[in-house]
């Protein structure tokens, strides 16, 4: 038997009569909104571990990012907010339930348009200025673990949320994929000040990595806007 299937029944026959555990159980829309309360709480302690090394070491790309981090969490708890709010007043009308998560949708995608351009200013500080501060292994290794759990739950929840079709769970899917290709610019410039050799070359790579991950999300932003424009008018043709 499989770990996952002898927790899942431990767990069973410890809360099989409590209602929020069968909810939780049975429903992923439910399931996905409490794990992303947890994973807004790590990027956090992400963030605020980025922002003390960045005060350390006098860094303003590490710093930076700190900040990047904080605004995507902020977004995640604010997505999950608006979503409790409108479904304790709209619940009773699915219509206008899937107008208002369109809504939400619509919101989360436009913020991702500010946010790259202010990701475009860091990378170009970065070709002006030149390396970060070299900060060591720990931090090297944290960015490493950080990054390898984003893009697991990033590459989990993409395919999920597919087969849902909700526009909560897709936006949060979005600011996981968000967090996942910030993670990867940050942990490819860290693996290479602390262990490799930052030269030129490694220099224009981390660039040119930065300016694909300004692209992606810019147009997922873009992307976002479009499609919940085109869903909200067909709404009101309907």
């Not at 479904?87 to 348009?113: P, R, S, W």
């Amino acid at each position: 038997m499989k770990i996952k299937q002898k927790i899942i029944q431990k767990l069973d026959k410890k809360f099989s009569d409590k209602k929020w555990y069968l909810t939780l159980k049975d429903n992923y829309v439910s399931r996905t909104l409490l794990f992303a309360i947890l994973g807004s709480i790590i990027t956090l302690c992400f963030a605020l571990f980025n922002g003390i090394y960045g005060l350390i070491y006098q860094s303003i790309w590490y710093g930076s990012f700190a900040i990047f981090y904080i605004i995507l969490s902020i977004q995640k708890c604010s997505l999950l907010l608006f979503y409790l709010a409108i479904y304790k007043k709209f619940n009773n009308d699915k219509n206008k339930l899937k107008i208002e998560k369109t809504k939400i949708y619509l919101y989360n995608g436009a913020i991702y348009i500010p946010l790259t351009i202010s990701f475009g200013v860091v990378i170009s500080m970065f070709f002006n200025v030149g390396k970060p501060s070299i900060t060591g292994d720990i931090l090297a290794i944290a960015t490493a673990a950080y990054t390898t759990y984003k893009v697991t739950i990033a590459i989990i929840h993409f395919k999920k949320a597919i087969k849902e079709k909700d526009d909560i769970l897709q936006a949060l899917r979005n600011i996981n994929m968000v967090e996942a290709i910030i993670s990867i610019v940050l942990l490819a410039n860290t693996l290479i000040t602390t262990f490799g050799t930052f030269d030129t070359s490694m220099k224009t790579l981390i660039i040119i990595l930065g300016l694909a991950a300004c692209i992606v999300i810019i147009s997922l932003g873009i992307f976002m806007v479009v499609k919940a424009i085109s869903k909200l008018k067909n709404n009101k043709t309907v």
